[in-house]
């Protein structure tokens, strides 16, 4: 088959980002023909095939007045520059599927416009929450907490609370974005089938307001030849360390991991990733478990292939409802036992007592208990590992998951022939 695959970045970066750059080449490896339509930037990853990067727009970036950069607003919530962009793309390539991923505010909706008019077959993975929260993540930065305001304010909500970072300008473009495509016709009718990594995501989907007509779970995979445990017991680190790796972001929930260091005095800390909260995160580091807390900074997969087996525990404490994280699965390939705070799709993910434990989210003194009572038992510890690998290779790997990604373009199109 030919698959275009779309996304707003093809470069190194988030989840949804190594796992379309990642899907691109497996399905190269297997000698599908791969399209990649994407935006433009230094750091974009090489691509031996057709791809077209363009001018994207960020709403991140937008540092004046919405009464002063109407035409940059306006074009962040629909794009006739992208929309003539991907047709001419899609002409050249003449894809027999495509493949969404994340779209909005960069190539926006209108994309969808230039699928329909040529009826290509459409598959939408569902990385996060943005068809129902602007802020992709229902969390609410400005007050730290998880929020659903957009499901009893609708598209009222992001203006309500200035979700995008506390930016009345943002968040009327993103209230302005909510009120033009949620109720659309558009998201139905070019999109034959949407892939959601939980259920959790998908059922919040609908009880928020949108029901997709075709949905079906797909969780997220790992590479089980890169992320593989180690050799003996004797490469674990000593003392134990635990390992955090995800980007330092306000609702990635570094805090709790780093208050319940207070509580963990057998063990280390392991810190990999970058962002917004790391100088915060370092003073807390400094008071709370002072010398056993180590930043690693942001690692690559490649890193990450030698450190996460290094470690004794992986922790999972996001304050928003995450779902199908990669780090997790690749701790559980690793034969990484992971202690997960239960919201989204992690308790999906994770079997509690088989191949990790589940804690409420945000209770460091919950997550303290479950670690120290996983450190104190090494043969169950043990155990745990094994059972985490086993499980990762029956239900994540990457193999099982391209089987089934490529019956879902199989399905779109014979759908949309009809």
């Known amino acids: 088959m030919r698959i275009a695959q779309i996304h707003k970045f093809f470069r190194p970066g988030g989840g949804a980002d190594r796992y379309m750059a990642e899907v691109a080449r497996l399905l190269q490896r297997d000698g599908h023909g791969v399209g990649i339509f994407s935006t433009a930037g230094p750091d974009n990853l090489a691509h031996d095939g057709p791809a077209r990067f363009v001018e994207g727009r960020q709403i991140e970036r937008m540092r004046v007045p919405l009464w002063r950069a109407a035409p940059l607003a306006l074009s962040c919530l629909y794009s ?21 991923h994340n779209y909005h505010y960069h190539l ?25 929260c602007p802020n992709h993540n229902l969390f609410d930065t400005r007050r730290g ?38 109720d659309s016709r ?12 939980s259920r959790f995501l998908l059922e919040k989907l609908r009880a928020m307001g949108f029901d997709p007509p075709r949905a079906s779970v797909l969780p997220n995979f790992v590479d ?9 017991p004797a490469d674990r680190a000593d003392p134990p360390a635990l390992i955090h790796f995800a980007g330092l972001a306000p609702h990635k929930g570094i805090a709790t991991a780093i208050r319940a260091m207070a509580r963990i005095p057998r063990a280390r800390l392991w810190i990999a990733g970058a962002g917004a909260m790391e100088a915060p995160a370092r003073r807390m580091a400094a008071e709370c478990a002072p010398g056993r807390i180590e930043f690693l900074g942001y690692r690559s997969s490649e890193e990450l292939r030698e450190i996460v087996p290094r470690a004794a525990l992986s922790i999972q404490c996001p304050d928003w409802p995450e779902n199908g994280p990669l780090s997790l699965l690749e701790s559980l390939a690793c034969g990484v036992p992971v202690v997960a705070a239960r919201t989204g799709g992690l308790p999906e993910a994770v079997a509690e007592g088989e191949t990790g434990a589940l804690f409420p989210p945000g209770d460091a003194e919950a997550l303290a208990a479950a670690v120290n009572g996983l450190l104190a038992d090494s043969a169950r510890l043990a155990q745990m590992g094994r059972a985490a690998r086993s499980d990762a290779e029956r239900r994540f790997g990457a193999a099982g998951h391209m089987r089934r990604l490529m019956d879902y373009y199989a399905e779109a199109a014979e759908r949309a022939a009809r």
């Open 80 to 100: 006739r520059r992208v929309e003539r962009e991907l047709d001419a793309f899609l002409q050249d390539f003449r894809p027999d599927a495509a493949h969404l």
């Open 145 to 182: 907490r998880p929020c659903e305001a957009c499901a009893r304010h609708r598209f009222l909500g992001p203006l309500l609370l200035r979700c995008r970072e506390g930016s009345w300008s943002k968040s009327a473009l993103a209230s302005a974005e909510l009120a033009l495509y949620r």
């Open 108 to 132: 926006t909706p209108s994309i969808l416009r230039a699928l329909r008019r040529r009826r290509i077959p459409v598959v939408h993975t569902l990385h996060d929450y943005h068809l129902v």
């Open 186 to 197: 558009l998201y139905r009718e070019a999109v034959h089938t949407y892939l959601s990594p």
């Open 224 to 232: 089980l030849a890169v992320f593989r445990p180690a050799d003996s």
